[in-house]
């Protein structure tokens, strides 16, 4: 039994009587976070609960159940209830109730439910999120965001520093040019330089903090309820929010054609791939566009907000890159690092990539 199963059957045990008849159902997969939720059902009621338990995570869970209260306005019965919490052998835990076993995610890539039934929920809930920001927007405040962007990047650089292309840590090949499928771009120092001339947005807005589907439990009765409030507030730069709206399409739903390829060639890093996102689920990255258009009010304001929403575009490809060797999809490292490259690169030629935010493709 793994150590956070021990502790949350422990605090179901607690909750419930020693007494209580539990099934686990499910533990998730480790996160960016480092806490792990469990899944339990009580045999005679049938309930589900989560069990979410996190040992020295960077937000505390007794912090995540306040921020929870920040969306309680604008997501009125789309917040399953916490049930408790307490430290267990130094471990926080939170039970809530589980309204469902299936992530919106989930049901989208395994194609469980019509398409058009998943768009519409998914229209929804981008709604929702549009109703909080414009009815939030306010003064920005860098120090007062839930998301410290610069210890972030930090993180991420560390992180991709470690990775190893041809036997080499990508730290030696920091500087280096890289060309990709035959196109000359500048290399990841100056990909990394380019994301932090991120502008100050004009104003912040309450977020969720990490809007993307894996965040969206839906129930039997199709009903979405919002999950993980550790980033949950504000004044969230809303740019931000647009790119997990955007990019957890070509994060998670990439296909590959072939086997990538890394090569060392005068001084040139080369990186060669063949990859999409399915066509069906272009659908769903548009509304994450028309969102752009709806918090813009003219052209030089929506040429400013896609600029830099393709700034934290490449931040989110970066940094997705650090976990794909623990997911077993190493074979994804070269395309989203050149994903990344060429969301900010001006020598990028890719107005109709779904990897990043165009003004045509906006318009």
Request: some cysteine.
């Amino acid at each position: 039994m793994s150590e956070f199963v021990r502790i949350a059957t422990m605090a179901m045990k607690a909750m419930l009587g020693d007494h209580a008849e539990l099934e686990l159902v499910l533990l998730s997969s480790p996160g960016s976070s480092g806490a792990r939720v469990s899944i339990f059902r009580h045999s005679r009621t049938e309930k589900l609960f989560a069990v979410k338990c996190a040992n020295e995570s960077r937000v505390s869970l007794k912090h995540e159940i306040a921020r929870r209260e920040h969306l309680k306005p604008y997501f009125e019965g789309h917040l399953p209830q916490v049930l408790m919490f307490q430290v267990i052998d130094g471990y926080e835990v939170m039970v809530s109730e589980c309204r469902g076993l299936n992530t919106l995610h989930q049901l989208i890539v395994q194609s469980e439910l019509p398409h058009e039934y998943m768009l519409n929920i998914w229209e929804d809930i981008s709604a929702k999120l549009l109703n909080m920001w414009q009815k939030t927007r306010c003064d920005y405040q860098l120090e007062l965001n839930p998301r410290n962007f610069s210890a972030r990047m930090q993180r991420i650089e560390d992180g991709v520093q470690e990775i190893e292309l041809l036997g080499t840590s990508i730290k030696q090949l920091w500087e280096l040019p890289i060309k990709i499928n035959g196109r000359k771009h500048p290399s990841l120092a100056e990909t990394f330089r380019e994301i932090q001339n991120i502008e100050t947005p004009d104003f912040g807005v309450l977020c969720h903090g990490d809007p993307q589907p894996s965040n969206f439990i839906i129930d039997q009765n199709g009903h979405w309820n919002c999950i993980d409030w550790e980033w949950a507030g504000g004044p969230h730069d809303w740019r931000m929010m647009i790119a997990h709206l955007h990019g957890w399409w070509t994060t998670r739903c990439l296909a590959l054609t072939k086997d990538p390829s890394v090569k060392m060639s005068e001084d040139v890093l080369e990186l060669e791939y063949d990859a999409f996102v399915p066509a069906h689920l272009l659908r769903y990255q548009n509304t994450s566009i028309a969102l752009l258009k709806s918090m813009t009010t003219t052209v030089e304001e929506r040429v400013r907000a896609i600029n830099n929403t393709n700034r934290y575009l490449a931040a989110l490809y970066l940094g997705e890159v650090r976990f794909l060797s623990l997911w077993g999809r190493n074979a994804f490292i070269v395309p989203m690092l050149a994903q990344a490259v060429m969301a900010v690169s001006s020598e990028s030629n890719s107005d109709d990539s779904p990897f990043k935010i165009s003004l045509n493709e906006e318009e």
